[in-house]
């Protein structure tokens, strides 16, 4: 399964590019929809798709300046430019960030299907690294509602895992724990938590960084839930009460901004500061938590219960039912006897 976010300015080309990708076969699965550069780096940091397909001209943050981004972070993806210019300098530049393909408009459901065929093989060399993420940002969201010591021991697990690529991998295991370390330290800042009094360590030994990510990890885990607020705005309390009665349809970012009449960008925030949750890890928590309850008490296939739930892919489902219990959808059901 290969999870993929595409940005485009334009409504009626965005739309096609979706449907095109969903065209393409059930192992690409779109997992999030942008209309400008700042909510696609904004998006990338939620859901970690493993591959961005993005317009080169985009308000806020052009596609060149949000694939440099990706670059400089060393965030393990693979990057599709949809251009409608044929320029030779800004094929140039963007093949100087990375990109695998660079395509050009009007684009053809022949030519991106082909570009799709053709990073099948960078996409399987990063599966593993994004696993790394994407269940480190399942449990900094703990979505499991799990005890402090419970989610420390996994996290410390994860870390440890990562740390143990360097005879392997040296430059994923480098990438990995920036990643990491920007994440954590964006979160602080963005809900005023105060990190300082934790300096990194000169020592690179794996002791000490260890020690530098769990301290971060605690001060996360300890002061976060108090900085949620307690008064939710109504148009948020809304919100909320529409995905948890529709969160089986294929509600998208853009439809709940729509609904509020808030930019996606002003939504996003909105829901993540009142909610405590990401929107993509909230509809995702309640399909889970669905899903589980079909597994203890149904005969339906797992297969089915991922479309019952509202998944358009079987492998994304076991995906995502695994980052947020541990366990496959088959081991859940069996260890709950079912």
Same mark, same amino acid.
């Given at each position: 399964?290969?999870?993929?976010?595409?940005?485009?300015?334009?409504?009626?080309v965005?739309?096609?590019?979706?449907?095109?990708?969903?065209?393409?076969g059930m192992?690409?699965?779109?997992?999030?929809?942008?209309s400008?550069?700042?909510?696609?780096?904004?998006?990338?940091q939620? /859901?970690?798709p493993?591959?961005?397909?993005?317009?080169?001209?985009?308000?806020e943050l052009?596609g060149l300046?949000l694939?440099?981004?990706?670059?400089e972070?060393?965030?393990p993806?693979v990057?599709v430019?949809?251009?409608?210019?044929?320029?030779?300098?800004?094929?140039?530049?963007?093949?100087?960030?990375?990109v695998s393909?660079?395509?050009l408009?009007p684009?053809?459901?022949?030519?991106?299907?082909?570009?799709l065929?053709?990073?099948?093989d960078?996409?399987?060399?990063?599966k593993?690294?994004?696993?790394?993420?994407?269940?480190?940002?399942?449990l900094l969201?703990?979505s499991?509602g799990?005890?402090?010591?419970t989610?420390?021991?996994?996290?410390n697990?994860?870390?440890?895992?990562?740390?143990?690529?360097h005879?392997l991998n040296n430059n994923?295991?480098?990438?990995?724990?920036?990643?990491?370390?920007?994440k954590l330290?964006?979160?602080?800042?963005?809900f005023?938590?105060?990190?300082?009094?934790?300096?990194k360590?000169k020592?690179?030994?794996?002791?000490?960084i260890?020690?530098?990510?769990?301290?971060?990890?605690?001060?996360?885990?300890?002061?976060?839930?108090r900085?949620?607020?307690s008064?939710?705005?109504?148009?948020i309390?809304?919100?909320?009460?529409?995905?948890?009665?529709? +969160?089986?349809?294929?509600?998208s970012?853009?439809?709940m901004a729509?609904l509020?009449?808030?930019s996606i960008?002003? +939504?996003?925030?909105?829901?993540?500061?009142?909610?405590?949750?990401?929107f993509?890890s909230? /509809?995702?928590?309640?399909?889970?938590?669905?899903?589980?309850k079909?597994?203890?008490?149904s005969s339906?296939?797992?297969?089915?219960?991922?479309?019952?739930?509202?998944?358009?892919s079987g492998p994304? +489902?076991?995906?995502?039912?695994?980052?947020?219990?541990g366990?496959?959808?088959l081991e859940y059901?069996?260890?709950?006897?079912s």
């Amino acid at each position: 399964m290969y999870t993929v976010l595409i940005a485009e300015n334009e409504p009626w080309v965005l739309k096609g590019i979706v449907q095109m990708v969903k065209a393409a076969g059930m192992e690409f699965q779109v997992v999030g929809e942008c209309s400008n550069g700042n909510e696609a780096w904004n998006m990338i940091q939620e /859901v970690w798709p493993m591959l961005l397909i993005t317009d080169i001209m985009m308000p806020e943050l052009d596609g060149l300046s949000l694939i440099k981004r990706i670059a400089e972070q060393r965030i393990p993806m693979v990057s599709v430019i949809i251009s409608g210019y044929d320029n030779f300098q800004y094929a140039q530049k963007a093949m100087s960030y990375g990109v695998s393909e660079y395509l050009l408009k009007p684009l053809e459901y022949e030519i991106l299907t082909e570009a799709l065929k053709r990073s099948k093989d960078k996409l399987e060399s990063l599966k593993d690294l994004n696993n790394y993420i994407v269940r480190f940002q399942c449990l900094l969201e703990n979505s499991q509602g799990l005890a402090l010591d419970t989610i420390m021991q996994k996290q410390n697990q994860l870390i440890q895992s990562i740390l143990r690529l360097h005879g392997l991998n040296n430059n994923a295991r480098v990438g990995l724990l920036n990643i990491l370390d920007n994440k954590l330290k964006t979160l602080l800042n963005d809900f005023g938590i105060e990190f300082r009094d934790i300096p990194k360590s000169k020592h690179q030994d794996e002791t000490s960084i260890l020690k530098y990510y769990m301290a971060m990890l605690e001060k996360w885990y300890l002061e976060y839930p108090r900085m949620v607020k307690s008064s939710m705005p109504e148009a948020i309390a809304q919100s909320c009460r529409y995905i948890e009665t529709n +969160f089986k349809t294929n509600l998208s970012l853009a439809e709940m901004a729509n609904l509020t009449n808030f930019s996606i960008s002003h +939504f996003s925030m909105l829901f993540k500061e009142h909610t405590g949750s990401s929107f993509v890890s909230y /509809v995702n928590r309640l399909r889970v938590d669905e899903a589980k309850k079909l597994l203890r008490t149904s005969s339906y296939a797992v297969s089915e219960i991922a479309d019952i739930v509202g998944y358009a892919s079987g492998p994304y +489902f076991t995906r995502v039912f695994k980052a947020h219990t541990g366990v496959s959808p088959l081991e859940y059901r069996r260890r709950m006897g079912s």
